[in-house]
């Protein structure tokens, strides 16, 4: 994107420059502009985060204009062609220095995968997995996922991963967003 905007518009350079100190502020950001909690950002979430971008970095653009950077974003980040942007796309978008979500890209599980896994690890049947139980399910996830996740960053996965919760209950919908949990 910095190759296609003009200099003094490139708002990616300068968020880049401003970059994200840790997931759990990379968490912060998304719950901002996933305001519906879809578990995605579609295009008009997308603008408004573009437009609070260019109001940091004291530019103000034409509505068009904006619309246009929203568009080129889009094509872009949007891996699927879906129209709107994933967690781990945004991840792409928005790297920190700790980029958990990026190591969980190749644990990828289906929805029936998904509910059987998170069904057999909140033990006590509750609707949400707490920190207890997801140790268990990132000891297996790291077991499982060798070449993707090393068990010595366990408490790292496990910090923003809880990042995530709402309170220490980390609900079906925020783990899936982590897993990728495909619809299929």
């Known amino acids: 994107l910095a190759q296609v905007l003009p200099t003094e518009e490139n708002f990616l350079l300068f968020f880049r420059c401003q970059q994200l100190k840790s997931s759990e502020d990379f968490m912060q950001t998304w719950r901002k502009y996933d305001s519906d909690h879809s578990g995605f950002i579609d295009s008009e979430e997308l603008k408004s985060f573009l437009k609070d971008l260019l109001q940091k ?3 103000q653009i034409e509505d068009s ?3 246009e950077y929203t568009e080129i974003m889009l094509r872009m980040f949007d891996a699927n ?3 709107k942007l994933e967690l781990t796309e945004l ?4 790297p920190v220095q700790e980029n958990f979500l990026i190591k969980f890209q190749g644990v990828k599980m289906c929805a029936k995968e998904f509910n059987k896994a998170f069904e057999m690890y909140d033990q006590d049947g509750n609707g949400y997995i707490d920190e207890n139980e997801l140790d268990a ?3 297996d996830l790291c077991e499982k996922n ?3 996740l090393d068990i010595n960053n366990l408490a790292t996965y496990k910090k923003s991963i809880m990042a995530l919760s709402d309170g ?9 967003l982590i897993l990728c949990a495909e619809e299929n």
């Open 57 to 59: 970095a004291n530019k």
């Open 65 to 67: 204009k904006l619309t």
């Open 81 to 83: 062609n879906d129209g």
């Open 91 to 94: 991840a792409r978008l928005l």
């Open 137 to 139: 399910l990132l000891k």
């Open 146 to 148: 060798k070449k993707e």
């Open 168 to 176: 220490g209950k980390l609900y079906r919908a925020e783990l899936a």
